[in-house]
C-alpha cells in the first residue's frame, strides 16, 4: 500500500498544515505558445482550481497583480505557493479569452491526516474498476511553426471536402470542430484565421505475411472520451512486433493552415500532427477518428512532445462520508468536512472508530499495508485474466474481479486478517455487498461511551486525462 498526498503535490502550508490551490505550472519551451512562461500543466480534480475556471494549457500572466512574464521559475513559484496568503489571484489567458480573472482560496488539511481520496488510491486493488492510473502512448507525430503565436489564431473553417468520399471527411471534420470550440474558437465559413486540412490512408498491409500469432501479441488501450473508459483496440504499438506482422495500415493527419500567408504553391501550416497506425485486425477511419482526433487535440495549442504523445488516465470512484483519519492511528478521526455526510451523522475529530461494517479497525499502518499485500496477493486467482492492464506504477498484474466469482469475492473482504475495514470505500459494488444496500456502519468511541452510527455515503468520481 502506497499512500500518496495529493495536497503535496501543489503546495505547503504551515507544519500542521499542507494546503492547496491544486494545479501545476511549468515554463513553455514551445516558441509559438506562452514561450518562457509560465502556463497550467495540470489540475487536480476537486481541487479550488479544478471548480474554478482554470484550464490546462493557460498562459498566466499576472499573478496578485505581479507580471508573471518577469518573474523566474523560483520567484513564480514563490507567489504561487506563498503560504501566509489565502488565496490566489491571477490572470490567465487562452484561446478563448485573454487576461481572464481567476481567484482561488487555499483548501487545507492537518499534516498527519489522509482522507477518503487518498485512501481509495491506496486501496484501489480492492476496486480497480472504480480506481485506477494508466498510461498509454499514441504515435503522433507533432509539428508546428515556430514564426507564429497561435493565440493570433481565433477562427477556424475546413478545406473543401473531397466528394468521392464525403461522409468520412464530414465525419472527421465534426470531430474537429467540437474539439477546436470546446478550446474557444469560433468556426466560421467565410475568411478563417485556420484552413483545416485533414489526409488520411487505409490499406492492407502489402507486406502482410499473416499472424498465426495475432492472439498473443499484445494490442493497446486507448482512452475514449465518448465512453469515458479506456479500451482495447486491434492495434499494434510495440517495438519487438514486426511491421510483416499488422494486416493494416492507417494513417491519419490534420494541418492547421494559414490561408493567408500560404501561396498557390506553399502552404504556411502553423500545426500539424499525424498519426501512422499499425493494425492487427480491422478498425475503420471512422472508429479510429472518433477515439483519436480529441488526443490529437490535446497537443494544441501545446504539444510536450513531438515524436510521440504520452497520455496519464486517473479515475477515482469512491464512497465520501468527509472523513479524514490520524495516519498515525488510522482509528481515530482526525477531521470531518463541513456538511459532508459524516458532518450530518455528527461524527468529528477525536472520535474512535473501532469497527466499520464490522470489521475491526487497524491502527498500525504498517500491518495494513502487509494485509493488503496479502490480499493481494492471496486473492489473484479470483480475477479476472481476460481484463489485464498495467498501471503507472508499473504493476503488470492489474485485472478485474471474475464476474462468476464475486461470492468468494465477498468472503474474502469479509476475512479479518485481510482487514479490508476500508473496503466501506467500494461498498457499493457486489463483490464486496452483495445486498446492494450502500449504508454503512461505523461503531464509534467518544469518551467512554460506544455508539454505532449509519450513514449514507455520497458517491464521488474523480477523473483527469492528460499529457506528459
Given at each position: 500500500m502506497l499512500i500518496q498526498s495529493s495536497f503535496g503535490l501543489t503546495t505547503e502550508g504551515s507544519k500542521s498544515h499542507n494546503c492547496r490551490y491544486g494545479f501545476s505550472f511549468e515554463i513553455s519551451q514551445q516558441r509559438n505558445w506562452a514561450y518562457q512562461q509560465a502556463l497550467v500543466s495540470s489540475i487536480i480534480p476537486l481541487s479550488p482550481a479544478s471548480f474554478s475556471k482554470l484550464q490546462i494549457n493557460d498562459i498566466i500572466e499576472t499573478i496578485n497583480g505581479i507580471a508573471a512574464h518577469k518573474l523566474t521559475a523560483e520567484e513564480i513559484r514563490a507567489l504561487l505557493f506563498d503560504n501566509t496568503k489565502e488565496s490566489l489571484r491571477m490572470e490567465v489567458t487562452n484561446l478563448g479569452y485573454k487576461s481572464k480573472e481567476i481567484l482561488l482560496q487555499q483548501d487545507c488539511k492537518k499534516s498527519n491526516s489522509i482522507n477518503e481520496s487518498e485512501l481509495a488510491e491506496?486501496?484501489?486493488?480492492?476496486?480497480?474498476?472504480?480506481?485506477?492510473?494508466?498510461?498509454?502512448?499514441?504515435?503522433?507525430?507533432?509539428?508546428?511553426?515556430e514564426d507564429v503565436n497561435l493565440l493570433a489564431y481565433s477562427s477556424f473553417g475546413f478545406s473543401p471536402v473531397d466528394e468521392s468520399n464525403t461522409k468520412l471527411e464530414n465525419y472527421i471534420n465534426l470531430q474537429i470542430k467540437s474539439e477546436l470550440e470546446k478550446k474557444g474558437m469560433t468556426y466560421i465559413e467565410r475568411n478563417p484565421d485556420l484552413l483545416?486540412?485533414?489526409?488520411y490512408s487505409y490499406k492492407k498491409n502489402p507486406n502482410y505475411v499473416g499472424n498465426s500469432n495475432a492472439d498473443r501479441f499484445p494490442t493497446e488501450y486507448r482512452f475514449n472520451i465518448h465512453s469515458n473508459k479506456m479500451e482495447k483496440l486491434p492495434i499494434y504499438f510495440n517495438p519487438l512486433i514486426n511491421s510483416k506482422e499488422a494486416e493494416f495500415i492507417l494513417n491519419l493527419g490534420v494541418r492547421l493552415v494559414d490561408k493567408k500567408k500560404s501561396s498557390a504553391n506553399r502552404l504556411f501550416v502553423v500545426w500539424e500532427c499525424e498519426a501512422n497506425e499499425l493494425l492487427q485486425s480491422n478498425l475503420s477511419l471512422e472508429n479510429y477518428s472518433l477515439v483519436h482526433i480529441p488526443l490529437m487535440f490535446m497537443q494544441y495549442p501545446f504539444a510536450k512532445t513531438k515524436e510521440t504523445a504520452q497520455f496519464k488516465y486517473t479515475k477515482k470512484r469512491y464512497n465520501f462520508t468527509g472523513i479524514s483519519y490520524n495516519?498515525?492511528?488510522?482509528?481515530?478521526?482526525?477531521?470531518?468536512?463541513?456538511?459532508?455526510?459524516?458532518?450530518?451523522?455528527?461524527?468529528?475529530?477525536?472520535?474512535?472508530?473501532?469497527?466499520?461494517?464490522?470489521?475491526?479497525?487497524?491502527?498500525?499502518?504498517?500491518?495494513?499495508?502487509?494485509?493488503?499485500?496479502?490480499?493481494?496477493?492471496?486473492t489473484i486467482m479470483l480475477r479476472d485474466y481476460n481484463v489485464k492492464f498495467t498501471?503507472?506504477?508499473?504493476?503488470?498484474?492489474?485485472?478485474?474481479?471474475?464476474?462468476?466469482?464475486?461470492?468468494?469475492i465477498a468472503d474474502a473482504f469479509q476475512r479479518q486478517e485481510y482487514k479490508t475495514e476500508f473496503s466501506y470505500l467500494y461498498f457499493f459494488e457486489p463483490y464486496i455487498n452483495p445486498s446492494g444496500t450502500n449504508i454503512l456502519s461505523f461503531q464509534i468511541k467518544r469518551d467512554k461511551s460506544v455508539m454505532e452510527v449509519s450513514l449514507s455515503p455520497a458517491i464521488r468520481i474523480e477523473e483527469s486525462l492528460e499529457t506528459y
Open positions: 491506496a486501496y484501489s486493488f480492492y476496486s480497480l474498476e472504480n480506481t485506477s492510473t494508466r498510461s498509454f502512448v499514441c504515435p503522433f507525430k507533432t509539428s508546428f511553426h483545416i486540412n485533414t489526409y495516519i498515525d492511528n488510522l482509528r481515530e478521526i482526525n477531521d470531518v468536512d463541513k456538511m459532508s455526510p459524516a458532518y450530518k451523522s455528527r461524527l468529528q475529530a477525536g472520535d474512535i472508530v473501532q469497527k466499520i461494517n464490522g470489521l475491526k479497525m487497524n491502527d498500525n499502518l504498517k500491518d495494513a499495508s502487509n494485509a493488503y499485500k496479502q490480499f493481494i496477493f492471496q498501471n503507472t506504477e508499473g504493476f503488470t498484474n492489474c485485472m478485474y474481479w471474475d464476474k462468476l466469482k464475486y461470492s468468494k
